[in-house]
């Protein structure tokens, strides 16, 4: 299983503890994890479902670069980190 | 008259209320947030605030009256454009309520898009009607990005009636909730375009735009380059020349019984946004904009920087009481119409909105 987890700065507005998935893209990854909490959505995903400007997902440590879609392949025992972007302000 | 005024900030709302004779800030809420807009509804006293969250979006949330426990509810969102390329909502830039009918409230986002809830804010749906408008191409980012809806009237006694400003994109009117829409705004001129193009309607950049509560054919704009009038809701427009020391600012309010009356805190125009000379001064008009008052008294008079937003001046129910803050972190009041001020801050975070509560049932004007 894959693990996903979540900056404590979004902590601060979502509960969102870090998960176990059973994923092949990070966007499948996120699907899973907003089918038991919607709200958490939003914080991460612009109107169009895009990454927002600035969060940073890394996956086993680079930086994701479908922004997209988010169609980054993820192996079984990756590990899913999501960041704020310094741009943010 | 009022005794609680909303002050939203780039971190965080304040609240200040009145209380023996003073006003006092409580403790802030949503500490270290940016804070768009702020609403204390006067039909249930529902409050509203609009956050602007640096890295994960546009939030907004809501407490019952009275309460100080804020619930996060939907924010609008754009419907998703099949291709993924559509658009994202940037700021709820201006949120008011939709008068008679209960549960109803309008929204203006940048992007500009008008969006409306019939359920307190439970869930937005976008106005397809102005948002597919044609017109909508010309319109402009004015100061940010993108274009915004920052004024909404509706008319008191006609919910249906709505008037709307866009920054820029000029002035619209739709007499039938929404569903259709006329852009208005004749006599409306931008100096910022070619000659030619100075009087078109669709890309004027109206900074603020306010109707009289009892007069609510009478609208005050004030414009990028200029102060307008409109005495037949928002169709046709006379320029205001010849204010001193200048027709460049942001905000306005008008007199809530008095359609004559406006007030607008003037500014070096682009370039610089400041105060004239660094001379903060209110600009008053009780003529229906034949002449204007200077108003300073309790204002710095030298060496003040101050710009004042569009949303950050505001007039209470009763008229007499006017409070306006800038992003300087500075926060004025007034009780007589602005003939004297008294700084209640001057160490706020830059203020984006300032928000008198609506008076109590007991506090209502006569």
């Known amino acids: ?89 | 008259m009022t005794t609680k005024l909303r002050v939203g900030t780039r971190k965080g709302l304040f609240i200040f209320e009145k209380s023996h004779g003073e006003w006092r800030c409580g403790e802030p809420c949503f500490l270290g947030e940016p804070v768009s807009m702020a609403m204390a509804d006067p039909r249930n006293g529902d409050q509203y605030t609009a956050l602007n969250l640096g890295h994960f979006g546009v939030k907004l949330h809501r407490a019952e009256a009275g309460s100080a426990r804020w619930t996060e509810i939907a924010a609008p969102t754009f419907p998703k454009a099949s291709d993924g390329d559509g658009p994202a909502l940037e700021q709820i830039w201006e949120l008011v309520p939709g008068g008679d009918r209960a549960g109803t409230l309008w929204a203006g986002t940048i992007p500009g898009g008008l969006f409306q809830s019939t359920d307190r804010g439970e869930s937005w749906s976008l106005v397809e009607s102005l948002w597919n408008r044609p017109e909508r191409e010309k319109w402009m980012g004015g100061g940010y990005d993108k274009p915004g809806i920052h004024s909404i009237c509706v008319h008191p006694h006609d919910s249906r009636l709505l008037r709307l400003a866009v920054s820029t994109g000029g002035v619209w009117e739709s007499a039938d909730g929404g569903a259709n829409w006329n852009l208005t705004g004749q006599g409306l001129r931008a100096e910022f375009l070619p000659p030619d193009m100075a009087h078109d309607p669709a890309m004027q950049d109206v900074h603020r735009m306010v109707s009289c509560a009892a007069s609510p054919d009478r609208l005050w704009i004030q414009h990028h380059n200029g102060i307008f009038r409109s005495d037949d809701g928002g169709h046709r427009w006379t320029e205001i020349t010849g204010v001193k020391p200048s027709v460049f600012g942001f905000a306005v309010v008008v007199h809530p019984r008095d359609p004559a009356t406006a007030w607008f805190v003037p500014g070096i125009k682009d370039e610089y946004r400041v105060p004239v000379d660094g001379r903060l001064v209110v600009n008053r008009t009780r003529d229906g904009g034949k002449t204007f008052e200077q108003l300073t008294a309790g204002l710095p008079q030298s060496k003040a920087w101050d710009l004042v937003y569009r949303h950050g001046l505001d007039i209470d129910a009763s008229g007499e009481v006017l409070a306006f803050g800038s992003t300087t972190g500075n926060l004025w009041l007034s009780e007589d119409q602005g003939d004297h001020w008294q700084c209640l801050s001057n160490h706020l975070p830059p203020i984006n909105v300032v928000r008198f509560d609506p008076a109590g049932p007991e506090e209502a004007p006569g």
Not at chain 1, 72 to 84: F, K
């Open chain 1, 1 to 89: 299983m894959a693990i996903i987890s979540f900056t404590d700065n979004l902590k601060r507005h979502v509960d969102c503890p870090p998960r176990d998935v059973a994923a092949s893209t990070v966007m499948e990854a996120l699907r899973q994890v907003f089918a038991e909490n919607p709200r958490l959505g939003g914080y991460i995903l612009d109107d169009q479902d895009r990454l927002r400007k600035h969060v940073a997902i890394f996956v086993d440590g680079a930086l994701i670069r479908d922004r997209a879609r988010l169609s980054d392949p993820l192996a079984p025992a990756s590990r899913v980190d999501v960041m704020q972007a310094l741009s943010g302000g």
